[in-house]
């Protein structure tokens, strides 16, 4: 400041005092404060300060002072008011504010928040500038009885015409020569940064005062200033928005102490704190923008007992930041009463609903109602209490604070309650409006159907043609009116006939669908799709769908009808979402995040006659809450059904039941289906002790298999209580491949596993895990034969009728793979009823088909296998550990063996072979196919861990349990780990290179590879002459 | 409003019905498999009155199964905006009632319910005029207009009101009684 005021005052020298002010005035604004927002209150000094600002405000529209005319008033005014500093002060206020509202519209909004700002330091300067001229001495004698004049326009009948006329021809001649010296709009950045106040400026200082006295302390200390000019301070400033803080510029915090000695007002014992340099433009700067509150528009309360409600605005007071709104009253007219008569009234907490206010049950509690004429208005009031009423509203009047004002969305039913019954909402064209200024941008689109509601073309139709910001041209439905027509697009509102399938974007309905049922005015009437209910909405937030959805179907990754799995024991279906409780339909609201996951799968549960209902087929409740109903099965889960009635609207037209109460209506489809399979049922079975048993079934399986084949299946495939849980696993592939930990529960084909490593439970699939090595056997069988047999447990395990389905769909090529190469020429004869079966369930058929010869690649199986107890014993019976066949694919296994091991390994087996020739047939067949699961040490393999990253390792050792000790690198060189059996892909050799043959008769010769036939290598077998025709599979390139 | 088209359609056929009587299995599966649908395009399949032609079949290689492309004719019904239909109250309640016109379901909604007809809860829910003459419960069959309609996939539902002339209940089954 005082670097700046000196140029100031050098400035001065040559030119008068205007221009001083308007200097002063500049800088002040540029230096991005608004150190004065009153002002302009000229020769109204005398009155008290409140009055004072208050009319300066007023003035604010006056101060504008381009043209010369004003200039040369404001000249003349000003000249005089030179002389008393105080008047100086004022002027130079509302200079300021007149400079604001020219130059820089952005800021200077005309003072929500307002500043009373003091500026002393340029006085002293002036007065001795003003004294040292003749001119300004003269003014100011003939002036000074002068000064109350309150009009400018009285000015001009001033006696010194001619002094003043001289004064401002200098002036003008000053702004011709350097006409726009200070008002060069293109301010740099540069310069605007060197205006910000800087070290060698004054500090502000943030001194507490008492509450509510601001501008008194700061007038106060104005007049002390004037009082005392040795006072060293600059300037003072109180903010409106700031309580209990002025601001003091200084240099020095003596120098604020001295000004604030003495000043009740000011508390002695607190220290003036200085505000550091960088926020010192903040104090000055404004921030929120001033909303033009009209009346009419639609507002919220933000505190006290009518928080949150919705007014309406009917009369603003910007100069007392007051607004008088209606509201509808929440009025507890018998407390009211009790007061009234002088009772004790006891606080209550609640807070009463609100009602419209009734003169007669107001008077029928002896509460007194005067009728008052209210002296602006001319309207009837009823007071009661010091509250007034009119028409049942409460019009209250409240502080501009203590509103919310933007970004208000009234909501339909609000809107409601406050128009009256009598009312016509459609005919608020206010209160429309109001909804309008929230529209979203892009709000019309073209071919919107519209309708105008201002104006003269007032409710003619037409479509949107054109938009351009704000305006719309629309092509009226007027015959005669052949012509675009522009519209603004507050006149305009979007219409919709009756029938029309439209969609709600804003609101508390937003994203439903629904088709419009009716139209009365600007108010839709929708029958939602989905929930087949009325909902009222205004035709602003509604847009035409041509979606042939039912609104929002999707949150995250489910959508509507899915079937979801809530926790172990609950599951629904999204509508909102339907419990499975049988019988019981429980709505609950759930949040995705409670949603565990998404039941994908396709079962079949058993209705009361053992029939197999699958989903789309038509069921029929017999028993229960929901008796009489019927409809398609949507979904199935655990013997409960979901079905789906259109007759029935609660629910979305779900109703739960369970399996056991329902019936199968003939006609669907694939019901047929159910029943073929059940009857062909036993010749499954038939199939599966039989086939599976002989070929190289070992004891402890086959005869497990025979106590109970689908045991299996009820352990694996059911509840979780089976012989895993608590079982130390290891996850082998997905997100947790590599972890161990233990299984804490089976659900379905999920596991839910403790990580040993972290404190966390994850659920996996099933088939990502593997027991470790110490796992009994019982898992293992578990796993197996449930994927073999799952078409028997429908009917074998009545107590789980459901149990397939746990299993992936996944499973079952494995078991038709397995089953069919030979059963389909062995035991065709047997399976009459399947055939049947298969009408119409092509599922059955795309699985069978997946097993032709060429399919079954072993390693979709590997996956669940590695670590098995029998495994082990089995390569123990064989009497060959090393040769390591390790059953990574079980299925693999018994094809495989080498005679003597088959023999050693399966004494009990044989006997139930009869299928023994199959097995001949078989081993060639499915042993070419499983690579890589013979491995034996020296070979070179590939490592895959963790996606894609492979890399070259060479087999150490086969270990018992099918994974193999391995050592990176190609020539084993690396680090040593343990790989299971499907992280190894064996390296076959190229020509010339040295090779072990992995499998058949010759396991374990290495050779050399001389040459490709097709899918057979040539090997000359290391250390003699002969040629071996081998398939290339069974090859494996030796590291070295 | 009803249709006699021609439509198309590919058929798969399990191997196990090539014999004499494959076109007899083709066409009983045709109509096994059509009858009854509803495409958004075309309304409801009601019932298939010929086959025009069967294609020739294609193995579809690994399931044996063959494709015929088969073509056919059939009746369709598919409602339209503003068509008059009779129907059948299937539910009455305060929002309005349920009818069926087929296999169409169709909402009238009380605002498209003449004004001076008023909702009647109780036992048989239904919509009576003031002076009890005309009443519309389940059961009975109204004349309508179908103002709007909604086309899914798998399903058509309609809106229709009463509102006009010439419309509302043409048989009462509670009259007789």
Not at chain 1, 428 to 453: C, E, P, Q, Y
Not at chain 1, 703 to 729: E, K, L, P, W, Y
Not at chain 1, 790 to 816: C, E, F, K, M, Y
Request: net charge negative; proline share 6%.
């Amino acid at each position: 400041m005082p670097r700046r005021r000196h140029e100031e005052e050098e400035v001065e020298e040559e030119y008068d005092m205007e221009e001083e002010e308007e200097e002063e005035a500049e800088e002040e604004e540029e230096r991005g404060g608004k150190r004065s927002r009153r002002g302009g209150g000229r020769g109204k000094r005398s009155r008290g300060v409140q009055s004072y600002i208050d009319d300066m405000a007023s003035e604010d529209d006056d101060a504008d002072d381009d043209d010369d005319e004003d200039y040369r008033g404001d000249g003349r005014r000003r000249a005089p008011k030179k002389m008393k500093p105080p008047s100086y002060i004022d002027d130079m206020a509302g200079v300021v504010e007149g400079e604001d509202s020219d130059d820089d519209g952005s800021d200077a909004e005309p003072a929500n928040n307002c500043v009373t700002a003091v500026t002393c330091a340029p006085l002293r300067s002036i007065s001795g500038f003003i004294d040292d001229t003749d001119a300004g001495a003269e003014i100011r004698d003939n002036n000074v009885g002068r000064r109350p004049i309150p009009h400018s326009s009285s000015m001009m009948d001033d006696d010194d015409d001619e002094e003043v006329e001289e004064i401002v021809r200098r002036l003008q001649k000053k702004y011709e020569t350097e006409p726009h010296f200070d008002y060069d709009e293109e301010v740099t950045e540069v310069e605007q940064q060197a205006l910000l106040p800087s070290v060698k400026d004054p500090k502000l200082w943030m001194v507490k005062c008492a509450i509510g006295h601001e501008r008194e302390t700061a007038v106060c200390l104005m007049q002390k200033f004037i009082d005392r000019p040795d006072l060293q301070i600059k300037s003072v400033v109180a903010l409106e928005h700031l309580k209990n803080f002025i601001y003091i510029e200084a240099e020095k915090e003596a120098h604020v102490k001295e000004a604030c000695r003495g000043l009740r007002n000011i508390f002695a014992s607190a220290r003036p704190t200085l505000v550091p340099i960088r926020e010192m433009s903040d104090v000055l700067s404004v921030k929120s923008k001033s909303v033009d509150l009209s009346m009419d528009s639609w507002v919220r309360m933000k505190l006290g007992l009518y928080k949150g409600d919705l007014a309406k605005v009917v009369a603003v007071d910007s100069a007392h930041q007051k607004v008088t709104v209606k509201l509808i009253p929440r009025i507890d007219l018998q407390a009211l009463a009790n007061k009234l008569e002088g009772h004790e009234v006891t606080k209550k907490s609640f807070i009463p609903p609100p009602r419209f206010f009734s003169v007669d049950e107001a008077r029928e509690l002896h509460i007194r109602v005067e009728s008052k004429r209210d002296r602006e208005s001319g309207e009837y009031f009823d007071v009661v209490n010091g509250l007034q009423f009119n028409d049942g509203f409460l019009h209250k009047t409240f502080s501009i604070r203590s509103i919310r004002i933007q970004n208000i969305k009234p909501s339909f039913d609000e809107l409601e309650k406050f128009n009256k019954p009598s009312d016509d909402l459609n005919e608020d064209v206010a209160s429309l409006s109001a909804l309008f200024a929230n529209r979203k941008k892009g709000h019309f689109m073209k071919g919107d159907a519209v309708i105008v509601i201002k104006g003269d073309l007032k409710n003619l139709k037409g479509s949107v043609e054109k938009v351009e910001d704000d305006t719309v041209h629309i092509q009226p439905k007027q015959p005669r009116l052949p012509r675009t027509l522009a519209f603004s697009e507050k006149d305009l509102c979007k219409y919709f006939n009756p029938g029309d399938h439209v969609k709600i974007i804003s609101g508390v309905q937003e994203g439903a669908m629904g088709m419009v049922v009716k139209v009365e005015g600007h108010v839709l009437t929708i029958l939602s799709d989905t929930t087949k209910e009325h909902i009222r909405v205004f035709a602003d937030h509604v847009v035409e769908s041509s979606e042939a959805t039912t609104g929002i179907t999707r949150i995250g990754d489910y959508e509507l009808h899915d079937l979801v799995l809530l926790n172990n024991l609950s599951f629904g279906i999204i509508i909102r979402v339907l419990k499975g409780v049988p019988g019981k339909p429980e709505l609950a609201l759930v949040k995705p995040r409670e949603i565990k996951s998404k039941i994908d799968r396709r079962t079949s549960a058993k209705d009361r006659y053992n029939n197999i209902v699958s989903t789309k087929d038509i069921v029929r409740v017999v028993e229960g809450a929901c008796k009489g109903k019927q409809g398609p099965v949507e979904r199935i889960h655990r013997g409960i059904l979901f079905i789906y009635d259109r007759h029935y609207l609660e629910h979305s037209g779900f109703i739960c039941a369970n399996a056991q109460t329902c019936l199968l209506v003939g006609g669907g489809t694939s019901s047929h289906c159910g029943n073929a399979m059940h009857t062909a049922n036993p010749s499954f079975r038939a199939f599966s002790s039989r086939i599976f048993q002989p070929p190289g079934r070992l004891p402890p399986r086959g005869s497990h298999m025979n106590s109970g084949g689908r045991f299996g299946g009820t352990g694996s495939g059911g509840r979780g209580h089976d012989a895993m849980v608590n079982r130390c696993i290891k996850i082998i592939s997905g997100p947790y491949k590599g972890y161990r930990g233990r299984v804490k529960e089976v659900t379905g084909a999920l596991v839910r596993i403790e990580l040993d490593s972290q404190m966390k439970i994850v659920t996996v699939k099933r088939q990502d895990i593997s027991d470790t090595a110490a796992v009994a056997t019982p898992f293992r069988e578990t796993r197996y034969p449930s994927g073999v047999e799952i078409p028997v447990h429908p009917s074998q395990t009545p107590l789980h009728p459901i149990q397939t389905p746990t299993w992936d769909s996944g499973a079952t090529p494995i078991r038709d793979g397995m089953r069919t190469p030979m059963p389909s020429r062995a035991w065709v004869p047997m399976s009459p009823a399947r055939d049947n079966g298969e009408d119409g369930d092509p599922s059955v058929w795309a699985s069978s088909a997946a097993y032709q010869p060429g399919t079954p690649r072993s390693r979709p199986y590997e996956a669940p296998t590695p670590g098995s107890g029998w495994a082990t014993g089995w390569g123990d019976a064989a009497g060959n550990p090393t040769s390591t066949n390790v059953p990574s694919t079980p299925i693999g296994q018994p094809m495989t063996p080498g005679p003597p091991s088959y023999l050693a390994g399966t004494p009990s087996g044989q006997p139930m072979t009869p299928g023994d020739a199959g097995l001949d047939l078989l081993s060639p067949l499915i042993g070419g196919e499983t690579e890589g699961n013979w491995l034996l040490p020296d070979v070179l393999v590939n490592v895959s861990r963790g996606g894609d990253e492979v890399s070259h390792a060479v087999v150490k050792e086969v270990l018992p349990d099918g994974s193999c000790r391995v050592s990176l690198g190609l020539l084993g060189d690396g680090d040593e780990l343990i790989a299971t059996a499907n992280e190894l892909e064996v390296v076959r050799p190229k020509k010339n290179e040295k090779l072990r043959i992995m499998n058949g008769a010759m396991r374990g010769v290495t050779g050399k590879l001389i040459g490709i036939d097709g899918s057979d290598g040539i090997v000359r077998v290391e250390g003699s002459l002969d040629m071996k025709i081998v398939d290339m599979v069974i090859l494996g390139k030796l590291a070295f | 409003m009803f249709f006699h088209i021609v439509l198309e359609r590919n058929m798969q056929l399990h191997p196990r019905h090539f014999g004499p009587h494959l076109r007899d299995k083709l066409v009983s599966k045709l109509i096994k498999d059509v009858e009854g649908t509803c495409s958004g395009r075309h309304g409801f399949v009601v019932a298939i009155t010929g086959v025009e032609d069967v294609g020739k079949g294609l193995i579809r290689e690994g399931t044996g199964f063959v494709t015929f492309p088969v073509k056919y004719q059939c009746v369709v019904f598919r409602p339209f905006k503003g068509e008059i239909l009779e129907a059948v109250v299937t539910m009455v309640n305060k929002m309005g009632f349920f009818a069926e016109a087929g296999p169409v379901q169709i909402f009238v909604s009380n605002h498209l319910i003449p004004d001076d007809m008023e909702f009647q809860s109780g036992d048989v829910p239904n919509y009576t005029t003031s002076d009890g003459s005309v009443k519309i419960q389940k059961e009975s069959e109204v004349r309508l207009k179908i103002i709007g309609t909604r086309v899914d996939a798998t399903e058509i539902f309609c809106i229709g009101t009463i509102k006009d002339d010439f419309l509302g209940v043409i048989s009462d089954p509670g009259a007789a009684v």
